[in-house]
T-cell receptor, first 113, second 111 residues
Framework: DTAVSQTPKYLVTQMGNDKSIKCEQN?????MYWYKQDSKKFLKIMFS???????INETVPNRFSPKSPDKAHLNLHINSLELGDSAVYFC????????????FGEGSRLTVL | KNEVEQSPQNLTAQEGEFITINCSYS?????LHWLQQHPGGGIVSLFM???GKKKHGRLIATINIQEKHSSLHITASHPRDSAVYIC?????????????FGSGTQLTVLP
């Protein structure tokens, strides 16, 4: 069974559209993350979230919003997509209260045309 | 400014060689992670350490807190070790859940 799964793996869409990427973890972790990897392969935290706290990287545009229906899911919604949003988005999870090991999803490659 | 610097950016080795990848950071940390990103794109956590040394198979990670430096060593390298290796730190002063990443080291091991 995949520990952290993301869907879709590939997403091609037009500028201005709204899209979502879903993430689910079956590890029983209580903290989930979204990371963005740009064309130079540089990873950057976007959000970290558990049932107590949402931490948002201040550089993330407010067109991006995380939605967590429950502890096992953290979806990423993106409104009014722009060309610069093209990247690979990784979901990850860990156990809060520890400097815990991260488990990553396979990544979702978003291409905005 | 909190930065994580990795060296080298690119590394090509012959199968069997001993490989070292370095990571330096600027301020105090609570933990340092080494990650591996396969050519297919998936990311795997190799080590998380806050002091000393850890070993897993042919991989060894060390950290020197005073010098703010960590190394990832691969012994008897193999073409399947070809990947991007990424160092990431959790700063003591920041959120416990925020990681700052290095730019990665692209390792190619030739048969």
């Amino acid at each position: 069974d995949t520990a952290v799964s993301q869907t879709p793996k590939y997403l091609v869409t037009q500028m201005g559209n709204d899209k979502s990427i879903k993430c689910e973890q079956n590890l029983g972790h209580d903290t989930m993350y979204w990371y963005k990897q740009d064309s130079k392969k540089f990873l950057k935290i976007m959000f970290s979230y558990n049932n107590k706290e949402l931490i948002i990287n201040e550089t993330v545009p407010n067109r991006f919003s995380p939605k967590s229906p429950d502890k096992a899911h953290l979806n990423l919604h993106i409104n009014s997509l722009e060309l610069g949003d093209s990247a690979v988005y990784f979901c990850a999870s860990s156990l809060e209260g520890t400097t815990g090991e991260l488990f990553f999803g396979e990544g979702s490659r978003l291409t905005v045309l | 400014k909190n930065e994580v610097e990795q060296s080298p950016q690119n590394l090509t080795a012959q199968e069997g060689e001993f490989i070292t990848i370095n990571c330096s950071y600027s301020v105090g940390i609570s933990a340092l992670h080494w990650l591996q990103q396969h050519p297919g794109g998936g990311i795997v956590s190799l080590f998380m350490l806050s002091s000393g040394k850890k070993k897993h198979g042919r991989l060894i990670a060390t950290i020197n807190i005073q010098e703010k430096h960590s190394s990832l060593h691969i012994t008897a390298s193999h073409p399947r070790d070809s990947a991007v290796y990424i160092c990431a730190v959790r700063y003591s002063s920041g959120s416990a859940r925020q990681l700052t990443f290095g730019s990665g080291t692209q390792l190619t091991v030739l048969p």
